[in-house]
């Protein structure tokens, strides 16, 4: 696989696991609260949880653009190589 490849399945995946999260999110907030839940956690997330996922997939779309602009920055001095190259 190539590193833009690679790149591109990266940041695919980092972003259909944002929106999973977000899902899940979305579903919790939708389930009715307990009486004593405190309100960080009345829609049934566990704020800690939810920073930390997020924190993972952060770092998943960071290392994702990281792989696509060092596939760009190879690809661009390959292209001026090839150029200089035949000339």
Do not use: N, W
């Amino acid at each position: 696989m190539s590193r833009l490849a690679e790149a591109e399945t990266r940041f695919a995946d980092a972003i259909k696991a944002l929106e999973a999260a977000i899902e899940s999110r979305l579903a919790a907030a939708a389930t009715p609260a307990q009486p004593d839940a405190s309100a960080a956690a009345a829609d049934g997330i566990d704020p800690s949880a939810l920073r930390a996922e997020l924190a993972r997939i952060d770092e998943q779309v960071s290392r994702a653009m990281q792989l696509i602009s060092d596939a760009q920055q190879a690809e661009l001095g390959t292209a001026a190589f090839g150029k200089e190259g035949r000339a």
